[in-house]
Every structure is written in C-alpha cells, then in structure tokens.
C-alpha cells in the first residue's frame, strides 16, 4: 500500500479513531496500563533500593563495597538482557497486540522477583546464589526491556492527540512511583518493623515478595486490556506490523533514539538508583535520613512530571529537552559536588530538587517523544529496541561507573564529568532533532 495514502487515511481517520473510545475506556485502560508500568518498576528499584542489605547474603567473603561493586554489576547486567525483551516482546506487540505483550512483559517481572524473594544465602548454597541471582536480574530485564516500548506505545495510541504530553509525563509519574514505593516500603521497614540487623539477615526478602504479589495481581488486570485502534486499523488495512524490513527503513529514527536517550537516560538513574546510595556512600548521611531526603525528593519529582508534560502539549517538547540539555550540562557538575560535601540533609533534599528540576525537562516528555518518531506497524520495536540498548549501556551501568571512580580509582568527581559529557552529547543531538510534536508519525500507519 503506498505510505502517502496510508498517512492521508490515518490523518482523516484520527478523530474518528479517538471517538471510538469513549473517555472512560480509554481513562481506564491508561490507567491499568500504567498501575502495571509502576509495579514493574518497583520491581526493578527493590533492587538498588535494598541492594546495601542484601548484598552480604549473596556476596560473601570481600569487603562491604566489593559486595555493593558486585551487586551493582549484577543490577547492570540485567541491562543487557533488556534490548532482547525489547527484540521478543516489542515484536510481539508489533505483530499479534500491544495487550499479550504487556501480559508477558510484567509476568517475567514477577517470576524474577520472585526468585531473588526466595534464594537462599550464599552461606547455605555457595555460589549457586549470586547465580541465581543473576538469573532473576535477567528475566527482569527481558520483562523490563518489553515493558518500556510497549508501555510506551499504549499510552500513547489510547491518549488524545492534544494530551500526549500529559499523559506521558503521568506515564513517568508510575515510573517513579516505582521507586517511591520502594523507597516507602524500606522506610516503613526501617522504622517501624525491624532494625538493621533483620533487615540484612532475611527482611530484604520482603519487599520482593511483595513485589512478585504485585505483579500476578496486575497480570489478571492486564487481561482485561482491549487493543488499539491504531493496531486493529493496521490489522484492517493489511499493513506487514512487526517488520524488520519496515523498522530499518525507518534509521534515522532509530539513531535518533539513541542520541536522544543516552543523556538523560544517564541524569535519571543517577538521580533515582544511584542517589540512595551516593547519600549513604559519599555524603555519608544516616540511613533513616538518606531514606527520607530520597522519598521527599522523589515526591517532587512525582509532581513534577504531569505539569511539565501538559507544558508540552502546549509549547513542543523540543524546548523542553533544550532546557535539560542546557542546565544539564552547565549544573551537574557543581549540584553533585556540593551535595558530597553538604552534612546537611535539608539542603541535601534541595540540591537533589533541583537537580530533578532539570532532569524531568527530558523523563516528563521521554515516552512521548519516542513514540511520536515511528508509525503503528513498528512502533514498539523502534521505541523500546533503541532505547534499551541506550539504557544498558548509559543507564544500568551508572551505580558501576560511579562505583568504580569512588572505590577503585578514588575519584569520584570524574563520575561527575562523565554525567556531564553524557548530557552535552544529547543537548547537541536536541538542538537539531525536530520537534516531534508538529511533526508526529502516530496517525502514520507504516
């Protein structure tokens, strides 16, 4: 079919696509999309989240930081199973339906949770357990890997052309109150069921089990998902979804991803995953105040997200990105510094705010942006397979590369640098990307 009168059709056809859903079913089905999205992610921050108390179980026989260095390898390497979850079930959604994948994406999530709730110390097992361990970290990250471009995809093709920005930055809402939770739940631990002690000795299991409950329940409400009518009109128009020859002809957007992710993918883990343990590690606050300064942190971060999508909606995304791209690169530097040699936990709090000021100008727009960069019959693959290759390498390795200048080569400030670097290099790619806004490919079927 030729692509100019499948564009013409899908243009004339948007509206009428979007008035097929009413606004409850549509309301509804973002919603139950995204509760899955904050559960999978919760998943995955329990892991940076309570890596301090569990590391020991699983890493015996080396020092306090070899057993966090090793753990945080271990969070990474779960990165590199996420562009094969991207592959599999991003393919998957392009091909037979964005609803199944969803169905498969958090039930590997939930199996590995489940796993790491249930292994046995090294002491007992040996090295079967940081094996295993390693195991569930990669089922998480085929899950995960699956998730993003597919979550992505659904919010975007069930939201309102003139609400995409809002509705992706409620998208990353779920992605952080991931972490909230998370955060919540060790503090909710730390303060009113056990000490320190238990905690290391068996009470980090809980929050993991409790994630595996999470993501069954939801599971059951995934399957009441409906599909598209973006997909179902692909489908009707017997246009090839889930084409590698299609996802190729279509480079430019996929190095686009690329670039556009590699900075601010790098600025969102240090601040999420990493900061817990660059409060503990580095500013060396208590482990009650570090809990505390991430979750109030974390809130704002939460609120930020929706307003600077809706922002979108009305001025483009690229001025947003600008924004990120330019004081990213000018403050990460003096913000991270200032706060290692702060003993305050307050000023602590506000330093990390404003580093959250600065980065939700690119996470409050980054799903939106992506899917708006490629047409229905490909578009889970071209958002999540670029985009998890980008996270593995500049993402997943943050809490090792930051590791690894503080304890192996003493100098951290070069992890500072290196943030920095990642952040200039996507400014750069922002100030001549366009703005996908006005020039969006979601009414694009191929």
Not at 268 to 292: A, D, G, I
């Amino acid at each position: 079919m030729d692509p100019a009168v499948v564009t013409a059709g899908a243009g004339i056809g948007a509206q009428q696509r979007i008035s097929a859903i009413d606004t409850n079913t549509r309301l509804r089905a973002i919603l139950i999309g995204s509760a899955g999205n904050l559960v999978e992610w919760y998943d995955v921050y329990v892991f940076a989240t309570f890596q301090f108390y569990f590391a020991g179980s699983f890493f015996t026989d080396v020092a306090p930081d070899r057993q966090q260095l090793y753990a945080s390898i271990v969070f990474a390497l779960g990165f590199v199973s996420r562009p094969f979850g991207s592959i599999i079930i991003g393919r998957m959604a392009d091909r037979i339906g964005r609803p199944k994948a969803l169905l498969l994406s958090i039930l590997l999530m939930g199996v590995g949770s489940l796993i790491i709730a249930l292994t046995p110390s090294a002491g007992l097992i040996g090295s079967v357990a940081p094996v295993l361990l390693l195991l569930a970290r990669l089922l998480q990250g085929l899950g995960q890997g699956g998730e993003y471009g597919t979550s992505c995809t659904y919010l975007s093709e069930m939201s309102r052309p003139d609400r995409r920005g809002f509705y992706s930055g409620i998208w990353m809402t779920t992605n952080l109150g991931g972490q909230l939770l998370a955060v919540l739940t060790l503090l909710v631990l730390q303060l009113f069921v056990l000490d320190a002690g238990q905690l290391k000795q068996w009470g980090w299991r809980v929050p993991f089990m409790f994630g595996a409950l999470l993501s069954f329940g939801f599971l059951l409400m995934r399957r009441t998902l409906r599909e598209t009518e973006h997909f179902d009109t692909a489908k009707r128009a017997e246009i090839a979804t889930g084409s590698w020859r299609e996802l190729l002809r279509h480079w430019k957007a996929l190095l686009l991803v690329v670039g556009f992710t590699a900075g601010g993918i790098s600025a969102f883990y240090t601040y999420t995953t990493y900061m817990q343990q660059f409060l503990k590690h580095s500013v060396k606050l208590p482990e009650h105040e570090t809990t505390l300064v991430t979750l109030g942190a974390l809130l704002v971060a939460v609120l930020l997200q929706p307003l600077l999508g809706r922002l979108s909606d009305s001025i483009g995304r690229k001025p947003l990105l600008l924004a990120f791209g330019f004081l990213g690169t000018l403050f990460t530097y003096p913000l991270l510094d200032t706060l290692h040699h702060t003993s305050s936990p307050l000023m602590a709090f506000m330093l990390i705010v404003v580093g959250w000021v600065i980065v939700s100008g690119y996470t409050s727009v980054t799903a939106v942006v992506k899917t708006e960069l490629f047409p229905t019959a490909v578009r889970a693959m071209g958002v999540g397979i670029p985009y998890a290759i980008t996270a593995a390498v500049f993402g997943g390795t943050v809490d090792g590369v930051a590791q690894y200048f503080r304890t192996e080569l003493h100098f951290e400030q070069g992890f500072y640098w290196y943030a920095t670097a990642l952040i200039f290099g996507s400014f750069l790619v922002y100030i001549f990307m366009p703005d996908t806004r006005k020039h969006s490919k979601i009414e694009r079927l191929d």
